[in-house]
């Protein structure tokens, strides 16, 4: 636990400031809502699809091992096979996601380009009389 806890630490910040990297500083908040947004859809549609992996997996099973109503060992049995082909696509889905990554990061420090700041028409100019 203590592994897994350090290790998601050093994951989110350094994820969340790479996914807000380039963005104005006038737009960091709708970044910030946006990227919270992604990660909830992403979990969302994420289970949806691996408890339908799972279920047909165990159905798969069940029809090509069972002839009449199942016993209990072969459920469980059925059960132990839906789990072991979701976690097969959960880790062909982190290892494509992994070399998705690897492809389209660059490495280095993250650096905000400087960008000019426009003056509104209706912000007075600096050093020029308010009224």
């Given amino acids: 636990m203590l592994l897994i806890g350090a290790g998601l ?3 989110f910040a350094p994820s969340a400031d790479t996914r807000t990297a380039g963005v104005p500083p006038r737009d960091t908040g709708v970044a910030s809502a ?3 947004t992604g990660n909830q859809l992403g979990g969302s549609v994420g289970t949806s699809l691996l408890n339908s992996i799972f279920a047909t997996a165990i159905t798969t099973w069940i029809a090509a ?3 009449g109503r199942p016993a209990p060992l072969q ?3 059925a059960a ?3 789990y072991t082909v979701a976690f097969w696509w959960t880790a062909g889905i982190f290892a494509a ?3 998705i990554c690897g492809a389209l990061l660059r490495s280095g420090p993250l650096a905000r380009q400087a960008r000019p700041v426009q003056p509104s028409a209706a912000a007075p100019a ?3 009389p308010a009224g």
Avoid: E, P
Wanted: aromatic content about 4%; hydrophobic content about 50%; proline content about 0%.
């Fill in 75 to 77: 459920l469980a049995q």
């Fill in 9 to 11: 630490g050093f994951i």
């Fill in 80 to 82: 132990l096979h839906g």
């Fill in 126 to 128: 600096a050093g020029a």
């Fill in 65 to 67: 091992n069972v002839r």
């Fill in 34 to 36: 946006t990227v919270s």
């Fill in 97 to 99: 996601g992994a070399v």
